[in-house]
């Protein structure tokens, strides 16, 4: 498509988008009476206005039948998180029953890990991307440590290039195939948090497998932004939270997915009771039985208010369907690269470096600009002007347009703030 530069031509795209209503399911945050421009989905997704109904619910159920809610409440709370899986799996493409939701991520990545990282003999080796999420880092150091080795030695960083933003595929596939024999884990971010960029899931797993090493993935910047097929790519498992593209509310509840392979091993885990076989699990007796899916790994009692915060969540996607999303996500972000591009343009040199990779395949709606001149005072004015956009040391404004409530007037008028602050 030819795009213009122009309010009436983003206009007239708002008034084609399919998911135009969609907006009006939404609190946008106002100030002043006016609605702010919020680009901070990849950070924490807007609260949809069906949430409060859906928390109200379980308040009424609690509060009408007590504890006999969990069997007989209309949506017994028992059952309660099977209307989120068929959304849910769609949404990371899989299976079902290799869905389960529960804790958060950081508790979810520690619980991968007790499964998926067996280091033995020399293989011991973790491989992930340099500037991981604090979580992750932290994680991995802390795992190598339990199992008694040195985290120097045993995880392995790949960096960008010198003069590159991003981590190329086959600098990635080099280290796997040089590092073969000690590969115990082949981690990493769906999208990295910081450059945004995609990495290769599928070819990834294909390598780490074929070097005899497990992977996974942490795909809080991914699920809910980009399409996933986690089952057909093999991967192994992965994990996310829903507070970011999925919209389900400050801490809320996350998901992990495992390869149905797993489902029925004798895999090395910590259990908990609400991981033990549905049927029997009231009998309370000892010795641990897994339920034979992903749900073999839940540990307590689901947190039902974060269930139903999410289930109004998805439901807004599935109204809206996930193909039109990610359809528009991929309208809304070029238009974005394109006004962005056109600001550089009416500069006497650049102003925006980006380090997200412009590539339709390598980016989800997250754009990481560097900012070449006065990237803080430029940060500083368009909050002030309305923009909800964040700010990473030492020079970049990372920005999201989510295509459920964002708006292509609103990156029209984003460009055109940014060239009024430049002036
Ligand atoms: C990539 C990534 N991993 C892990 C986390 C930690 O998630 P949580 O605080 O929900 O455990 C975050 C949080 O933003 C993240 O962005």
């Known amino acids: 498509m030819q795009f213009q530069n122009t309010l009436a031509f983003a206009q007239q795209l708002d008034a084609n988008d399919p998911l135009k209503e969609f907006r009006e399911q939404f609190i946008i945050p106002e100030k002043d ?24 619910r379980i308040m009424k159920d609690w509060a009408a039948l007590g504890v006999e809610s969990f069997f007989h409440a209309k949506e017994p709370w028992m059952d309660y998180h099977d209307a989120l899986t068929p959304t ?52 991995m150091e802390t795992h190598v440590k ?47 948090y910081y450059s945004g960029q995609v990495f290769d899931m599928k070819t990834i797993t294909h390598m780490a497998q074929a070097a005899g090493a497990k992977a996974g993935f942490d795909l809080a910047h991914a699920a809910g932004n980009i399409e996933l097929q986690l089952h057909d790519w093999n991967v192994d498992f992965a994990c996310w939270c829903s ?37 029997t699990r009231f009998k309370m007796e000892k010795g641990f039985m897994p339920i034979q899916s992903a749900e073999g790994w839940q540990l307590g009692t689901p947190a039902m208010f974060m269930l139903a915060s999410h289930r109004a969540a998805l439901d807004v996607v599935k109204e809206a369907g996930w193909e039109n999303i990610n359809g528009k996500r991929k309208l809304l972000t070029a238009y974005l690269w394109y006004v962005l591009d056109e600001v550089n343009a009416s500069q006497a040199a650049p102003i925006i470096e980006y380090i997200t990779p412009r590539n339709e395949t390598e980016h989800g709606c997250h754009v990481s600009m560097n900012m070449l001149q006065k990237g803080k005072e430029i940060y500083n004015a368009l909050m002030a002007e309305g923009f909800f956009v964040d700010w990473r040391e030492p020079s970049v404004i990372r920005l999201a347009p989510v295509p459920l409530y964002n708006t292509f007037e609103e990156v029209w008028k984003f460009g055109d703030a940014l060239k009024k602050i430049l002036k």
């Open 33 to 56: 009476g006016k609605k702010q421009i919020y680009f901070l989905g990849n950070s924490l997704g807007l609260q949809p206005k069906r949430t409060n109904d859906y928390l109200q």
């Open 88 to 139: 849910l799996s769609q949404i990371v493409g899989c299976k079902p029953h290799e869905l389960s939701v529960m804790n958060n991520l950081s508790v979810n990545l520690h619980l991968m890990l007790v499964s998926f990282y067996r280091p033995q003999g020399k293989r011991f080796k973790i491989l992930c991307e340099a500037k991981a999420f604090p979580s992750d880092q932290y994680m």
């Open 146 to 192: 339990h199992h008694g080795y040195n985290p120097e030695e045993a995880i392995i960083e790949i960096k960008p290039r010198e003069g590159e933003h991003t981590i190329r595929t086959e600098d990635i596939l080099q280290i796997i195939v040089q590092h073969k024999e000690e590969l115990a884990l082949v981690l990493f971010g769906g999208i990295n």
């Open 243 to 279: 507070y970011k593209y999925l919209n389900s509310g400050p801490g809320a509840v996350a998901a992990v997915y495992i390869h149905e392979r797993y489902h029925k091993s004798e895999m090395n885990r910590f259990a908990g009771w609400w991981g033990y076989e549905k049927a």
